[in-house]
């Protein structure tokens, strides 16, 4: 199984960016999207189900909506109102019963 994520970049603190994680494979049940600062643990930021339950972490609900579109073997995540503190490498994660699958990521990186 291979993830793909795109979309990441520089942007002003307000502004909106786009994820996607192109999956090599249908997607799983869950998809999760994570993020890793600087010196920080890898923290969960949003899941969704195959059946469109979601989830986020508090610091991103509101701003974050994560989707999928299984047809096209991907996954997204917009994000809206960016902050300095979302900086951060993002993480495609597709969890399958004892094994996790990760993309590479995509830098975020919102400037004040």
């Known amino acids: 199984v291979q993830l793909v994520e795109s979309g990441g970049g520089l942007v002003q603190a307000g502004g909106s960016l786009r994820l996607s994680c192109a999956a090599s494979t249908s997607l799983f049940v869950t998809m999760n999207w994570y993020r890793q600062a600087p010196g920080k643990q890898r923290e969960l930021v949003a899941t969704i189900t195959n059946g469109g339950l979601t989830n986020y972490a508090d610091s991103v609900k509101g701003r974050f909506a994560i989707s999928r579109d299984n047809a096209k073997n991907t996954v997204y995540l917009q994000m809206n109102s960016l902050k300095p503190e979302d900086t951060a490498v993002y993480y495609c994660?597709?969890?399958?019963?004892?094994?996790?699958?990760w993309g590479q990521g995509t830098q975020v990186t919102v400037s004040s």
């Open positions: 994660n597709a969890p399958f019963g004892y094994t996790n699958y």
